[in-house]
C-alpha cells in the first residue's frame, strides 16, 4: 500500500524556523516529482513547493521564495521542506505529495498524499 507520512509540523513564534519530513512507503519514487501543498482553514489547497526526481530543478511559491528550501533523499523515499524566517500567514496544514513526471502547480495533478502535518506560526 502506497503511503505518504509527513512529520515535523508544530507551533513556533515568527521568524523560527520548522523542517517537514515526508516518508513514503509502498513504492519508490525516484522518478517522481515530490511536492509540498498547504491548506488554511476555509482556504483551498496552495502550491509551496516541488523538487523533480533528481533534485536539480525546484519550484517555490513566490511568497516563500528564500524562507523555504524543499530536498530529497531517494534512497529514503523521503522529501523534506525547511522553513526558515517563518511568518503567521504560512500556518496552515502542509501536505506532501507526488506524482509520475515533472513538476505542476495543481493539485488535482498529484497522485499521491499525505494526511498533512499542522503548522502554526504565532505573532
Known amino acids: 500500500q502506497v503511503q505518504l507520512v509527513e512529520s515535523g509540523g508544530g507551533l513556533v513564534q515568527a521568524g523560527g524556523s520548522l523542517r517537514l519530513s515526508c516518508a513514503a512507503s509502498?513504492?519508490?519514487?525516484?522518478?517522481?516529482?515530490l511536492g509540498w501543498f498547504r491548506q488554511a482553514p476555509g482556504k483551498e489547497r496552495e502550491f509551496v513547493s516541488t523538487?523533480?526526481?533528481?533534485?536539480?530543478?525546484?519550484h517555490y511559491l513566490d511568497s516563500v521564495k528564500g524562507r523555504f528550501t524543499i530536498s530529497r533523499d531517494n534512497a529514503k523515499n523521503t522529501v523534506y521542506l525547511q522553513m526558515n524566517s517563518l511568518k503567521p500567514e504560512d500556518t496552515a496544514v502542509y501536505y506532501c505529495?507526488?506524482?509520475?513526471?515533472?513538476?505542476?502547480?495543481?493539485?488535482?495533478?498529484?497522485?499521491?498524499w499525505g494526511q498533512g502535518t499542522q503548522v502554526t506560526v504565532s505573532s
Open positions: 523538487i523533480v526526481w533528481s533534485g536539480g530543478s525546484t
Open positions: 509502498g513504492r519508490t519514487f525516484s522518478s517522481y516529482t
Open positions: 505529495t507526488a506524482r509520475p513526471g515533472g513538476s505542476s502547480w495543481y493539485a488535482d495533478s498529484y497522485d499521491y
